[in-house]
């Protein structure tokens, strides 16, 4: 009896400890304090049809909820545990998801302290016969991420520097970051 005890608190903390963590994105102009060794995700989602939750796994298991995931063109920072992430699952409702996120092109690392850009993401769903048939990308758009940060978070963007941490190799905000600022008189 006391072994059927025992194996079920097991199960149960297992159970629990791979839920996902719920994050909501930040709103305009309200800024999160960043807590230690924790840095900002930036992630757009472009999508033609409503999700339910995009689902990162990683460092820490984060769940971003439905109400960041209208469909639209949509912004996404949150404050992360710094680290490496994926994008593991994608909910559309209760019965229909998308999970075989395993290359490389859907990682993104959080780095402390920083703005870390991880690309469009990009999904479009169509219909083929009678099913339902997604597209999806991650796609890296810095200089569109950038005019967003400078239009609605110009607060955090002036305490935190921005980099893109997805797929691939790219300067660009060290390219800006390195410009001398411009003189108003000019």
Same mark, same amino acid.
């Given at each position: !009896?006391? *072994?059927?005890?025992?194996?079920?608190?097991?199960?149960?903390?297992?159970?629990?400890?791979?839920?996902?963590?719920? &994050?909501?994105?930040?709103?305009?102009?309200?800024?999160?304090?960043?807590?230690?060794?924790?840095?900002? @995700?930036?992630?757009?989602?472009?999508?033609? *049809?409503?999700?339910?939750?995009?689902? #990162?796994?990683?460092?820490? *298991?984060?769940?971003?909820?439905?109400?960041?995931? $209208?469909?639209?063109?949509?912004?996404? @920072? &949150?404050?992360?545990?710094?680290?490496?992430?994926?994008?593991?699952?994608?909910?559309? %409702? /209760?019965?229909?998801?998308?999970?075989?996120?395993?290359?490389?092109? +859907?990682?993104?690392?959080?780095?402390?302290?920083?703005?870390?850009?991880?690309?469009?993401? $990009? !999904?479009?769903?169509?219909?083929? +016969?009678?099913?339902?048939?997604? *597209?999806?990308?991650? /796609?890296?758009?810095?200089?569109?991420?950038?005019?967003? !940060?400078?239009? $609605?978070?110009? %607060?955090?963007?002036? %305490?935190?520097?921005?980099?893109?941490?997805?797929?691939?190799?790219?300067?660009?905000?060290? #390219?800006? /970051?390195?410009?001398?600022?411009? $003189?108003?008189?000019?």
């Amino acid at each position: !009896m006391l *072994r059927i005890k025992l194996i079920s608190l097991i199960l149960c903390m297992l159970v629990l400890s791979s839920c996902a963590t719920k &994050v909501e994105s930040i709103d305009q102009e309200s800024e999160v304090a960043l807590q230690e060794k924790q840095g900002y @995700l930036l992630l757009a989602v472009d999508t033609n *049809r409503s999700l339910q939750e995009i689902i #990162l796994t990683g460092t820490k *298991r984060i769940a971003l909820s439905e109400k960041d995931l $209208k469909s639209g063109s949509n912004y996404i @920072l &949150v404050p992360l545990p710094v680290g490496q992430y994926e994008i593991s699952k994608v909910t559309f %409702n /209760n019965y229909a998801y998308l999970k075989d996120f395993e290359d490389d092109i +859907w990682a993104f690392t959080v780095e402390e302290n920083k703005i870390n850009y991880a690309g469009h993401l $990009k !999904m479009n769903s169509y219909v083929v +016969w009678y099913y339902v048939a997604s *597209r999806m990308s991650l /796609n890296n758009n810095s200089s569109i991420a950038l005019e967003f !940060m400078e239009d $609605k978070f110009s %607060n955090i963007l002036l %305490n935190h520097p921005m980099t893109y941490s997805g797929p691939g190799e790219e300067n660009f905000f060290e #390219l800006i /970051n390195s410009q001398p600022a411009k $003189k108003d008189s000019e």
